[in-house]
C-alpha cells in the first residue's frame, strides 16, 4: 500500500488530491499538513512512498525544509505542486533533487501521469519545462550566483528583474517596503551586483528569466 503526505495550506487542494488518488489507486494512506514543520513531523515518524507539497506556504522555508528532509529521508521522492511554475524556481527545486514539477493549473490525467512517473522512479516536468532544462547549459551546474539566495531573496530578484518596483513587490508578497529593500541589498551584495539592469543581465544569462 502506497503512502503519501500532503503538504499544503489550502484545504481544498490537499482534499482535490486525495479523492483523485484514492479514486485512482484504492486502498491509499495519505496523510496531510498544512505547514513544513507538521510535514516533518510526519515524515519523522512516517515512511512515504512520495510527498505532494506546495513551494508557498506561511510560516515555511521550503528551501530549508527539503534539507531537512533530506537528512531523515534522502531517498523520499517528492512532488512540487505549485501556481510557481516560472524557470526559476522550477531550476531551483529540480536540483535540489525533487523528482517532479507540476502546476496547479495541471489537468486531473496530468497529475495522475507526474504521481504514477514519481512512484515508479521517474522524473516528471511538464514540457515547458523540460524544453528549457534541454537548453540550459547551466542547469546541472551545482551552483550558479542565484543559487545562493534564499527563496525569499529568489522570489524578490525574480520580481525586481521583471521590472516590478519595491512598493509592488511588497504589495504581491505582503511584507513591508523596508524588508524588501533588506532583501534587495542583500540580492546586490551576493550577486555581486549594483543595479536592476546588470542583474537583468545576469539572470538572462543563467535562464533564470
Known amino acids: 500500500m502506497y503512502k503519501v503526505l500532503l503538504v499544503d495550506d489550502h484545504s481544498i487542494v490537499r482534499s482535490g488530491i486525495r479523492l483523485l488518488l484514492r479514486e485512482q489507486y484504492g486502498a491509499i494512506q495519505i496523510d496531510e499538513a498544512k505547514n513544513g514543520s507538521t510535514a516533518f513531523s510526519k515524515i519523522m515518524d512516517t515512511g512515504y512512498n512520495l510527498m505532494v507539497m506546495d513551494i508557498n506556504m506561511p510560516n515555511t522555508d521550503t528551501f530549508s525544509l527539503l534539507q531537512n528532509i533530506r537528512t531523515i529521508a534522502p531517498d523520499l521522492p517528492i512532488m512540487i505542486f505549485t501556481i510557481m511554475t516560472e524557470y526559476a524556481f522550477a531550476k531551483r527545486y529540480l536540483q535540489l533533487g525533487v523528482k517532479g514539477y507540476i502546476s496547479k493549473q495541471a489537468e486531473d490525467l496530468e497529475i495522475l501521469k507526474a504521481v504514477h512517473s514519481i512512484l515508479y522512479g ?28 534564499s527563496n525569499r531573496e529568489l522570489e524578490i530578484a525574480y520580481h525586481l528583474v521583471k521590472g516590478k518596483s519595491v512598493s509592488h513587490i511588497a504589495d504581491t508578497l505582503n511584507i513591508h517596503t523596508s524588508t524588501v529593500g533588506t532583501h534587495k541589498a542583500r540580492i546586490f551584495d551576493k550577486l555581486k551586483v549594483d543595479n536592476v539592469l546588470v542583474m537583468k543581465d545576469l539572470a538572462a544569462y543563467y535562464r533564470l528569466i
Do not use: I, S
Not at 511538464?126 to 528549457?132: R, V
Not at 534541454?134 to 545562493?148: I, M, N, Q, S
Open 122 to 149: 521517474k522524473l516528471y516536468v511538464c514540457a515547458e519545462l523540460l524544453d528549457q532544462m534541454a537548453e540550459d547549459t547551466h542547469f546541472k551546474k551545482e551552483l550558479d550566483p542565484f543559487g545562493l539566495l
